[in-house]
């Protein structure tokens, strides 16, 4: 910081200094400091300061006002649109507005219709809302292009396990993505989701134990509470739900799962 700030005062390479000055208050957990430092740089670090800034007003509860930085970055730096776009519907997406956020990946994908992070977030965003055709045809086309990619083939296959009859389509899917990515804790789950679909209990439990023990995800937590509520192992299943509610209190996934099951 001393010597960023002798930068600073002498008006030399003032910019980067800014944003490492904005770096570092973020760092701390300093989010004023570091928006006051974001604010004032200019030149080629100028789109990630913003970028970052969003993301810092967001978190401070001014989602609005992280809006405009975001839109604004799009008409100063053409170049910097899609992560932009990006940017902006994942907030949309943090915010509970999944079908804002949908609309603004359609407006992008109409600007950059081979933008790869933009279509699979759309189809994300679309199976999310249980859109399963734009979500299965988006991710049909990122395929198309990665064919052996396991994170495009565990979307798909998951989406298909989850939101279809299409068990046996979808298990072979994540079983390919598996078998690429076997110590990933969302592969693992959705591998033990498709079990579950088709009904090979033991086999379920044993890979959403694994996923539970590496990532204490809500959704992971919900799927291994309901195999363990079909094998009968119920105070199990509802201690595993009320844990993961106390850490994510207002997961839709959990809540869902704890009242079907009740």
Request: no cysteine; proline share 4%.
């Amino acid at each position: 910081r001393r010597y960023l700030l002798q930068l600073v005062n002498t008006g030399q390479y003032a910019d980067d200094a800014y944003f490492y000055l904005g770096r570092l208050a973020q760092a701390e957990g300093d989010a004023k400091g570091a928006m006051r430092w974001y604010r004032q740089v200019q030149g080629a670090q100028r789109p990630d300061a913003v970028l970052r800034l969003a993301a810092l007003l967001a978190e401070q509860g001014q989602p609005d006002a992280a809006r405009k930085q975001l839109q604004d970055l799009r008409l100063q730096y053409p170049q910097q649109a899609a992560q932009s776009y990006l940017a902006e519907a994942g907030l949309l997406r943090w915010l509970g507005r999944p079908q804002e956020a949908l609309a603004l990946y359609e407006q992008a994908l109409a600007q950059f219709p081979d933008h790869a992070e933009l279509r699979y977030a759309r189809a994300l965003t679309a199976a999310t809302l249980g859109d399963v055709p734009t979500a299965e045809q988006d991710l049909r086309q990122l395929l198309a292009q990665a064919p052996d990619d396991p994170q495009y083939l565990n979307a798909l296959g998951y989406t298909l396990v989850d939101q279809t009859t299409r068990y046996l389509e979808g298990y072979e899917l994540v079983e390919r993505a598996y078998a690429l990515r076997p110590d990933d804790p969302a592969i693992m789950d959705s591998m033990g989701w498709a079990l579950f679909r088709l009904q090979r209990l033991d086999e379920a439990r044993v890979l959403l134990e694994q996923a539970y023990a590496a990532s204490q995800d809500g959704e992971i937590a919900a799927h291994l509470a309901e195999v363990l509520w079909q094998l009968g192992e119920r105070q199990q299943a509802r201690q595993i739900l009320a844990d993961a509610l106390k850490r994510e209190p207002s997961h839709r996934i959990l809540l869902d799962t704890k009242s079907r099951l009740q």
